[in-house]
């Protein structure tokens, strides 16, 4: 088994790519070892002194580690225990993880969270997949778009600059309600 690793615009955040699905679809986030009791995959990593995030894509694993480590001295074990785990043909998820959208709106606003879901499916969470994370819809209220940042979006230098030039502009040119972007935990 061969496995890639891509840098990401956030520099504690590395992407790893096992040649193969790893959800498939949809994606899981963990930011410490209690969120990973239903990843076998999340626990073993977060075994690994050092790595404080865990996200899983549909191809691909983003880990983050704390400033105090080193990716020369995290990479060899973070790759052993993939690799361990795919090897083994062991699970990812014990459970279905959802599809990553929270649901948060008002059910006057149907028709505008609809369009945002869609644009955000279509336009934004490929795109930023391939930078190793993931942006989810958490709410829409007067006028006001609630965003998760996740992977290594989540603590990313650049994450503002992309929420409010990139996808707030997006979302009001297509659709007029929309007045603002805003991240949320």
Known sequence: MFIQTEQTPNP??????????????????????????????????????????????ADFITITKTDARDWFLLKPSILGVIMEHFTADRPVLLEDGG????????????????????????????????DGGDITFQGFERGVVYLAMKGACSGCPSSTATLKHGIEN???????????VRSVQ
């Open 99 to 130: 599809d990553g959208h929270a649901a948060a709106a008002n059910a006057d606003d149907e028709e505008i969270v609809e369009q945002i879901k869609e644009l955000l499916d279509t336009r934004v969470r490929p795109s930023v997949a391939q």
């Open 12 to 57: 504690a955040t590395l992407k790893f790519l096992p040649g193969r699905d790893v959800l498939g679809r949809g994606t899981a986030d963990f930011t410490g070892r209690e969120d990973a009791a239903r990843s076998p995959l999340a626990q073993r990593l977060f075994e690994i002194e050092g790595v404080v995030g865990v996200f899983l894509g």
């Open 170 to 180: 997006m979302l009001r040119h297509y659709i007029p309600e929309v007045v603002e």
